[in-house]
């Protein structure tokens, strides 16, 4: 009988880039908006506020680094119809 042969995939070659433990797209949407909450507000609690997403991505990072692609690819596919309510579901859209 044919013994199997094991290919070792390195993690790194499955996941998408990571800074800081979230994925380098959110990183980068995550230093956007509190740069707009400084100048908006002008404090530097914006700041702080950036500490708590950043580690609210950090989080739903933790499980699949792909989270918030697989959403936005979710919700740009599949948007919601006029009888939601009704059927609680959604179609694709062809």
């Known amino acids: 009988m044919a013994e199997l042969i094991k290919s070792t995939v390195f993690k790194a070659l499955t996941q ?3 800074f800081a433990g979230v994925t380098y797209s959110y990183f980068i949407i995550n230093g956007v908006v509190t740069t707009e909450a ?6 530097f609690w914006a700041l702080a506020v950036a500490l708590v997403v ?3 991505g950090y989080l739903a990072c933790l499980r699949e680094p792909r989270v918030f692609d697989l959403w936005l690819t979710k919700v740009s596919r599949c ?5 939601f309510r009704h ?3 959604n179609s694709y859209r062809p």
């Open 79 to 83: 948007p919601r119809v006029r009888n």
């Open 54 to 56: 950043h580690a609210i």
């Open 16 to 18: 998408p880039q990571m």
């Open 87 to 89: 059927w609680r579901c």
């Open 38 to 43: 400084f100048l908006i507000t002008r404090s």
